[in-house]
Each structure stands twice: as C-alpha cells, then as structure tokens.
C-alpha cells in the first residue's frame, strides 16, 4: 500500500471519538515495567493513540511517541493531559524516519506490523542503532497462525513475525525473554479475541558488534 492511500486509511481508522485499541496499556508490555526506570529515554513506536506512550510516562519515563497519523497523535495528546503526564509526540513515517543512533534506553514496538519483509528489516536494524549501550527493546506482534484467527492485524503474511526471525534481528542481543503463545487479548475494537502472539525482551549489549 502507498504511503497516501495508508495515511487515509490510519487517519479514518482513528476518527472515532473511541479510542481503537482502548487506552489501558499493552498488557505485555505492562508486565515489563520492573525493567523499567524513571529518568529513562524511552521511544514508543507507531504508538498511535497513545496508550503505550502514556503507559511508560506514568513510570516516570520521558516519552517519544511516534506514528504516522496525525489524527491518531492527537487523541494520544489527549489522552497524555487525561492521564497527568507528558508526552512528546512526532509526525512521522517510520520509513524516512531519521532514527538516530544510542538516543533511547528502551524502545516499545508493539504490533509495528505495518511493515512488509525488507522495510520491517530496516526498522529492526534502527531499533539496534537507536538503543544506547545495555538499551532495552520489548516488541510484541502476531505470528502467521494470526491469519486464521482474523481478530486484529495485517492479512498479509510477510508483516508477520515468528520467535526464530525476532532472534536472528536481534542477534547478540541477551534474550530475557522470547515466547509464542496464544492468549485471548481485549484492546478496543482493534484486537479482540483468542491471538497468536510473540514477545521479545532484550537488551543491547554494551558493544553491539553487529
């Protein structure tokens, strides 16, 4: 899809006055906050409306929130002054993105399955860069046995991830904890139902030799 036809789309998708994943956090990532620690740099990735971002700012974190609809960063805005926190947003297209290199100490990819197999290889290699030394990355996206499910992200099987691929991008990297699983997930009506998941946690070696 074009990047025209797929702003048109996420901006349509977000208009509604409900938010379309709901507000409450990412229950993976929630479980991950004992990682987590106030003062750190942290980069919400396609966080859309926000409710990831605003999670890892109520830890005291100082937040970036990326996504590329405008309409979407407004609700998360929103949401962010709702929740009492701040929340740094940016309009942007993770593609042309300029990343940056050891900016972050944690970065949130969750469900980022927007992209096919050489743009989703790209973006793996920017989240390496953009880490700091010992930097944390939490990803949690649909495997391909999502397809039959059909109860939230891409129908096309190459924006799919599998526990094998996410341990090869992320290679040197210490694994603290990589699983498939299928678990029933509740967020808005976006994702709703019995889904096939996989969650990374890992963290950037102080030289990352790759």
Request: aromatic share 10%.
């Amino acid at each position: 899809m074009r990047a025209a036809e797929a702003l048109v789309r996420w901006n349509a998708r977000f208009q509604g006055e409900d938010y379309l994943f709901g507000t409450a956090p990412n229950r993976f990532l929630a479980a991950q906050a004992g990682y987590l620690k106030p003062g750190q740099r942290a980069l919400a990735i396609a966080d859309g409306e926000g409710r990831n971002g605003v999670f890892l700012a109520q830890q005291g974190l100082t937040v970036l929130s990326v996504d590329f609809s405008p309409v979407a960063l407004v609700k998360a805005r929103r949401l962010a002054a709702h929740a009492g926190v701040e929340l740094e947003t940016e309009c942007a297209d993770l593609a042309e993105w300029t990343w940056g290199r050891e900016r972050f100490d944690v970065i949130a990819g969750i469900f980022i399955q927007f992209a096919d197999a050489p743009l989703r290889a790209r973006l793996f290699a920017s989240i390496r860069e953009a880490l700091k030394p010992g930097g944390l990355v939490l990803i949690q996206g649909y495997r391909p046995e999502q397809i039959g499910y059909g109860t939230g992200g891409p129908k096309e099987l190459d924006h799919l991830y599998t526990a094998a691929m996410l341990r090869a991008a992320f290679a040197g990297f210490a694994i603290l904890h990589l699983a498939e699983h299928d678990e029933v997930i509740r967020e808005g009506s976006g994702h709703d139902g019995m889904s096939a998941l996989v969650d990374l946690v890992a963290r950037k070696p102080q030289t990352d030799s790759r």
